[in-house]
């Protein structure tokens, strides 16, 4: 049986935007979720006769989008650590605020709010992360779940149960504090 080509351009015109919103919910900024999206799709271009097609194109580029988002983020952060201990500048303010939180899906009165989840959620181990974003916010079931993340179906639900057991603890935390400050 003959293997037909996979055509990059209809990968992206059918993922493009679901690849930038995986990026946007481990990033929270507009600016480096694009950034992501375009070294996916050029990793993506240049891997295209690898694939194997042992899963979905779909399952693949969650894989790639998860892996670059993680990587972005602890080059940002290591980025920073290396610009707090080096030279000071007059631009480090600026620099240290540089990825507000910024997420075009979320109303600007709910914004605040949305912040402090999300910064609890960045908080979380990767694996609980990533499982978590997937099944509460991308809303994917725990089998597709455990295909992108290459694990078992049981040890995504530790994942999430996990994840939501430390969120609802950091929350409540926040949430006393918040209360003692009024």
Known sequence: ????????QNIYNQYHILVYNVALHYVQNIEDA??????????????LEKFQEKSSVKTWLYRITINKSLDFIKHKNSKKRLFIFGNKSQNEAEYLNSSNFEH???LLEN????????????ELSENQK????LSKIDGLSNPEIA???????????????????TLKEKLAKKFEAYRKKK
């Not at 999206?37 to 050029?42: A, K, L, S």
């Open 130 to 133: 990533t499982a978590f974003i």
């Open 147 to 165: 295909a992108i993340m290459q694990l078992s179906v049981s040890s995504v639900e530790s994942l999430i149960f996990r994840a939501k057991a």
């Open 111 to 122: 914004k605040e709010k949305a912040a402090q989840l999300y910064a609890v959620i960045n």
């Open 1 to 8: 049986m003959m293997r037909h080509p996979i055509d990059f």
């Open 34 to 47: 694009e950034e992501i999206t375009q070294d996916v799709f050029v990793q993506v271009h240049g891997s």
């Open 104 to 106: 075009p899906g979320i």
